[in-house]
């Protein structure tokens, strides 16, 4: 397994949140933003973001916190 940080959302959530409480929190809010109909089919997101660009975000969210939560 590569060190963490291992991808651009990981880098970016260290970069501008310090220390793993604030980090899971971050990634809480960022996957519960009701701007955001994410469980829907047609979510409403910027015309140049295509639906697997945004998955894979959620999906390195996802495993960011299971890292976090892991104690890395």
């Keep these: ?3 963490w940080p291992r991808t651009a959302t990981e ?3 260290v970069s501008v949140c310090q ?6 929190l971050a990634i809480l809010e960022a996957l519960t933003d009701t701007n955001r ?3 829907l089919s047609a979510p409403p997101v910027p015309a140049d973001v ?3 660009e945004l ?3 959620y999906a390195e969210l996802f495993m960011a916190a ?3 939560i892991s104690g890395r």
């Design 1 to 3: 397994m590569q060190p």
């Design 11 to 13: 880098r970016l959530l």
């Design 19 to 24: 220390g793993s409480a604030a980090q899971a």
């Design 37 to 39: 109909r994410t469980l």
């Design 50 to 52: 295509t639906d697997n």
């Design 55 to 57: 998955l894979d975000v």
């Design 66 to 68: 299971q890292e976090i």
